[in-house]
């Protein structure tokens, strides 16, 4: 098992960066691919970025490429998302998930099946 803990979520102006960290306890976390989803106010939960264990492949959500870039550093246990270029509508709690696998991730919620408690983010116009 791993247990998730996002951090680095605030307010910013629209235009402005945020990094966001999610930090993974237990052991393996190299072996897990990793994913970031958010979800708005009276929204479900929608994707936003994932890539595999090693990370070769990155994919991301339409509406965050370009402006968003998501890494992971297996010596910290750590993966990121790099928020740049932030809108109103990027408003949202952030969640990470992880799925022990060496398969490529996917976008779906329901694939993941580690999660953690999230980070609010808010941008403000």
């Known amino acids: 098992q791993v247990q998730l803990v996002e951090s680095g979520g605030g307010l910013v102006q629209t235009g402005n960066s945020l990094r966001l960290s999610c930090t993974a306890s237990?052991?393996?976390?190299?072996?897990?691919?990793m994913g970031w989803f958010r979800q708005a106010p009276g929204q479900e939960r929608e994707f936003v970025a994932a890539?595999?264990?090693?990370?070769?492949?990155?994919y991301y959500a339409d509406s965050v490429k370009g402006r968003f870039t998501i890494s992971r550093d297996n010596s910290k246990n750590t993966l990121y998302l790099q928020m740049n270029s932030l809108k109103p509508e990027d408003t949202a709690v952030y969640f990470c998930?992880?799925?022990?696998?060496?398969?490529?991730?996917?976008?779906?919620?329901?694939?993941?099946?580690?999660w953690g408690q999230g980070t609010q983010v808010t941008v403000s116009s």
């Open positions: 998930a992880a799925r022990r696998t060496d398969y490529e991730p996917e976008s779906r919620e329901s694939w993941y099946d580690f």
């Open positions: 237990g052991r393996s976390f190299a072996a897990y691919a």
């Open positions: 890539l595999s264990w090693i990370g070769r492949r990155l």
